[in-house]
């Protein structure tokens, strides 16, 4: 089945410093990947949309300039937390969808990223 | 506004039934997913309905009435590793998945 690789799972940094997570398709492309941001027992909360070749498209209360995100190829979106401070702690998630299946298919999940600024 | 409704937490007994609602506002539809999360990890996808009716998978169960606006999962033979929360998720007339706040479920020997 359609597998999602996103690294790192976890990531401990200094307040002020810049975090990279990057979202693989690994056996599927994805025009569009979901950003997506957890906080302890809340649901999902979509932060962005990532699409490729052209600019993301953000929701609203979510800083595009502190959120930085690159779709560059079908296989790859990467999320940058960019001055990271101690409420950035959370947990990311990516996701996409199979091209080769219609908008009805599920999406498929990383397995998470695990932020803690300290 | 688009709104998705389900229960907080729920529990149960290992080897028993449980049935977890959700029920849904949203401008349009295109669907009902329910996805399993355990704690600390990302989303698993358990099912999709877009039609009426019951779609019977394994275990799991899950229904739809989309007149009502209201869909379940069915968990039959409980175990213990189906401690989780359980994401409900539909998809409006634009493509956008609307996701409930899950719902805690608590497996008890």
């Known amino acids: 089945g359609a597998v999602v690789s996103q690294h790192p799972s976890r990531v401990i940094c200094k307040s002020g410093t810049s975090v990279k997570i990057e979202c693989r398709s690994l056996?599927?492309?994805?025009?569009?990947m979901f950003w997506y941001r957890q906080f302890p027992k809340q649901s999902l909360m979509l932060m962005a949309t990532?699409?490729?070749?052209?600019?993301?498209?953000?929701e609203q209360g979510v800083e595009k300039d502190k959120f930085l995100i690159n779709h560059a190829s079908l296989t790859l979106s990467t999320l940058t937390v960019t001055s990271a401070h101690p409420e950035d702690s959370s947990f990311y998630i990516c996701?996409?969808?199979?091209?080769?299946?219609?908008?009805?298919?599920?999406?498929?999940f990383g397995n998470g990223t695990r932020l803690t600024v300290t | 506004g688009q709104n998705i409704d389900q229960p907080t937490e729920m529990t149960a007994t290992e080897g028993a039934i449980v049935q977890i609602n959700c029920t849904y506002q949203?401008?349009?539809?295109?669907?009902l997913f329910w996805y399993q999360q355990h704690a600390g990890e990302a989303p698993t996808f358990l099912s999709y309905?877009?039609l009426d009716g019951l779609e019977e998978k394994g275990r799991f169960s899950s229904f739809l009435s989309r007149s009502k606006g209201y869909s379940y999962l069915l968990l039959k033979e409980l175990q213990m590793k189906d401690s989780a929360s359980y994401l409900c998720?539909?998809?409006?007339?634009?493509?956008?998945?609307?996701w409930g706040a899950g719902t805690k479920l608590i497996i008890k020997p």
């Open positions: 949203t401008s349009g539809f295109n669907g």
């Open positions: 998720a539909v998809l409006d007339s634009n493509y956008q998945l609307i």
């Open positions: 990532s699409n490729e070749g052209s600019k993301a498209t953000y």
């Open positions: 996701s996409a969808r199979d091209l080769g299946v219609d908008s009805y298919s599920p999406l498929h």
């Open positions: 309905n877009v």
């Open positions: 056996d599927f492309q994805a025009t569009t």
